[in-house]
């Protein structure tokens, strides 16, 4: 069998995910990329779990850093400011010149469009082949304010938002 | 810093998620239960990864079969149905008997008020103190029905639902 199969991509792509920007630093250089794949492991410590491909510059600024913020998006973010973070690579631009964000518990977060923001401390980085989990426990985090969070399912049906190639759920099969 | 702070759960509450049924086998006998906490880590192949608690029966199945099912729930699931594998254990109930399931890739997987079934062979089990982060394969997938997937945050403000103490999500300083 064919794990590839278009049937499988099908029951699957009915999870449900919210939307945020993950961000972490190589040295003092901020970064940060659309991730879908951010949730709770545990409850106390509260430990979150995130999934990164290994293609991209957050992957080289985690890995580095051994931190990463999340920053929950807000429904209402604008299309071009979710593409800079999605679609654009921090290797040929600076991705944090243009919008506000913090450091918190060490590590650069995105505030900007954010209902709020979660400092992880990696603990243990496990190898998915293509991704890696990097999951740790929450050692800050701020709300900061009000809102409806962005889910994966509005930003693709009501948004029209795209699905970049190395998000874990970009289905070779069906595209 | 104490971790378990308000300000951190308030803050990571703000994750979105799915709500499923997670079901596996202790040799023969069937056992499930509900997690919001299922996610896709990699494309392709496709993996899956889910959070449960050690003190759950679903984590005895799991670690002995290698194998566990991922029902989607549909929006309009009734609230005893969820409630039976929500907060029943399988210690005390067969929750199998009077639902209807079927086997796919040698493990039970809940149809009835499901929008789509996946079954996963464990490839990877990683402790995290309170509970363990299965992750594997999907190595077979059904889609049963059109429908709205039923999401955590429908579940907790249209239906009122609760959390359970076990869930990776229930918030010991803010209940």
Same mark, same amino acid.
């Given at each position: ?16 995910? +919210? @939307? *945020?920007? %993950? /961000? ?5 250089? =901020? ?7 951010? $949730?709770? !492991? ?23 850093? +051994? @931190? *990463?913020? %999340? /920053? ?5 973010? =604008? ?7 999605? $679609?654009? !690579? ?24 954010? @209902? ?60």
């Amino acid at each position: 069998m064919n794990n590839c199969e278009e049937e499988i991509y099908k029951a699957i792509s009915k999870f449900s995910y +919210g @939307l *945020y920007i %993950v /961000s972490s630093r190589e040295g003092e250089k =901020p970064n940060g990329q659309v991730a879908n794949t951010v $949730f709770q !492991t545990t409850a106390c410590p509260p430990g979150i779990a995130v999934s990164i491909s290994k293609n991209n510059l957050t992957h080289v600024c985690i890995a580095d850093s +051994g @931190l *990463y913020s %999340v /920053s929950v998006l807000a429904q209402d973010s =604008p299309m071009p400011f979710i593409g800079l973070f999605g $679609f654009r !690579t921090g290797r040929d631009i600076n991705k944090f010149e243009k919008i506000s964000f913090k450091t918190l518990g060490g590590c650069p977060a995105v505030t900007e469009h954010s @209902l709020s923001i979660a400092t992880v401390k990696v603990n243990k980085a496990v190898d998915m082949a293509t991704h890696t989990l990097f999951i740790g426990e929450v050692t800050a985090a701020e709300t900061l304010r009000d809102g409806v969070p962005l889910t994966y399912e509005y930003y693709k049906t009501v948004k029209h938002g795209m699905t970049q190639k190395n998000a874990t759920t970009f289905a070779p099969a069906t595209k």
